[in-house]
Nanobody
């Protein structure tokens, strides 16, 4: 059974860093495309970053490029999102999603097959 659990969210000051994790169970990361998304209060869900562990291909949204880095630890079956130089506009619930269509695009549509429950990231002084 496919299961995804995010962790690592919290409160951080502007300019700070945080790493959120996406632990996958019931499947191998090499067989899925993994994405990080976020949803700020009163706004729609948006793409943050995606990774295709099979060949290491990544995509990162322009809004976070140069600040956020996605990576995989295959031994732990975990995908990380390292977030640096955080600002209040990064405040959101961060979600991890998985799709068995390994070569899909890093977009919200088509809908991803599996989602985690989300982890809250708050950037505030």
């Amino acid at each position: 059974q496919v299961h995804i659990v995010e962790s690592g969210g919290g409160l951080v000051q502007p300019g700070g860093s945080l790493r959120v994790s996406c632990l996958a169970s019931g499947f191998s990361l090499n067989d899925y495309h993994i994405g990080w998304f976020r949803q700020a209060p009163g706004k729609g869900r948006e793409v943050v970053s995606c990774i295709r562990s099979r060949d290491g291909t990544t995509y990162t949204a322009d809004s976070v490029k140069g600040r956020f880095t996605i990576s995989t630890d295959s031994a732990k079956n975990t995908v990380y999102l390292q977030m640096n130089s955080l600002n209040p506009e990064d405040t959101a619930v961060y979600y991890c999603a998985a799709d068995p269509l390994v070569y899909r695009l890093c977009t919200l549509d088509p809908v991803w097959d599996y989602w985690g429950q989300g982890t809250q990231v708050t950037v505030s002084s």
